[in-house]
């Protein structure tokens, strides 16, 4: 039973057998071209792995330095200027727009930071602390575009794993079950046509014999009607009963020994 799990339940015969094989064609090309993605796959998550490390290390210094220009900003121009900032913004001027972007078949989103419209704040800290405020607007803009980068890089990081998760059961899938199915169905097909055409070689062994002995038989009959019907033509010349004529060629049938010619 185990090695009929390992196969098709099919019928075996040429045009089946010609059916598998193209299928076993195409899983052997699925299985090439999903190792090569799982490949293709595995160098970018790495990357992008290095990335991610790279970017963290860097966003630990440029949030202490962000959080370092705002206590500063906030010393120099007072509490307040928390407030007065928040009066003078009515939209926001740095935006996130998403995009996709296609790595061996995978859509990987990805995030950038744009700037839309002007910024109202220009005169904010005029009278104390401008210079300390425009420094922490700067520094929290790039504390920004690190974190949508990290943000674009750890949500590509993950579907790419999942990405190559899947590739990986499709890869073990076709090499460990389908491939081995194919390959024992083939396998017994080709096993069962040899055991028919033996079958077939040896009946039509035993069709000839039976011809050639028919053949005989025939022949012996048709010499025997012949005798049978000569010997009923010498009894009606001679005038004796047919068993004395089938004596009679008998006797003129056998050689006698004492005669050279």
């Known amino acids: 039973m185990s090695g009929q799990s390992q196969r098709l339940n099919v019928v075996p015969t040429v045009t089946v057998?010609?059916?598998?094989?193209?299928?076993?064609?195409?899983?052997?090309?699925?299985?090439?071209?999903?190792?090569?993605?799982?490949?293709?796959?595995?160098?970018?998550?790495?990357?992008?792995?290095?990335?991610?490390?790279?970017?963290?290390?860097?966003?630990?210094?440029?949030?202490?330095?962000?959080?370092?220009?705002?206590?500063?900003?906030?010393?120099?121009?007072?509490?307040?200027?928390?407030?007065?900032?928040?009066?003078?913004?009515?939209?926001?001027?740095?935006?996130?727009r998403s995009r996709q972007e296609n790595v061996a078949g995978v859509k990987l989103p990805r995030f950038e930071y744009f700037t839309e419209g002007?910024?109202?704040?220009?005169?904010?800290?005029?009278?104390?602390?401008g210079q300390q405020v425009q420094q922490c607007r700067a520094a929290y803009v790039k504390a920004i575009e690190v974190l949508v980068e990290l943000?674009?890089?750890q949500t590509s990081f993950l579907t790419l794993d999942e990405a190559i998760k899947?590739?990986?059961?499709?890869?073990?899938?076709?090499?460990?079950?389908?491939?081995?199915?194919?390959?024992?169905?083939?396998s017994y097909i080709k096993g069962e046509l040899d055991e028919l055409e033996r079958e077939d070689f040896f009946r039509l062994k035993k069709i000839q014999g039976y011809k050639k002995r028919e053949i005989e038989r025939q022949l012996a009959a048709a010499k025997e009607f012949a005798e049978d019907k000569f010997a009923e033509k010498v009894s009606l010349q001679k005038g004796v009963s047919i068993n004395s004529a089938h004596n009679f060629l008998s006797a003129a049938m056998e050689k006698d020994e004492d005669i050279i010619f």
Not at 26 to 54: P, Y
Not at 118 to 129: C, F, I, P, V
């Open 17 to 96: 057998l010609g059916i598998v094989k193209a299928r076993l064609v195409g899983a052997t090309r699925g299985h090439a071209l999903l190792k090569k993605k799982s490949d293709a796959l595995t160098v970018q998550f790495r990357q992008i792995l290095k990335m991610i490390v790279s970017t963290k290390k860097s966003m630990g210094d440029i949030m202490k330095t962000s959080s370092f220009s705002l206590t500063e900003a906030k010393y120099v121009a007072g509490v307040n200027i928390k407030h007065i900032v928040l009066e003078n913004v009515q939209n926001a001027s740095l935006k996130v």
């Open 118 to 129: 002007e910024t109202k704040n220009d005169l904010t800290g005029l009278a104390r602390g």
């Open 151 to 153: 943000a674009s890089l």
């Open 166 to 186: 899947t590739t990986n059961r499709r890869v073990n899938a076709l090499e460990n079950v389908v491939k081995p199915r194919l390959e024992n169905t083939i």
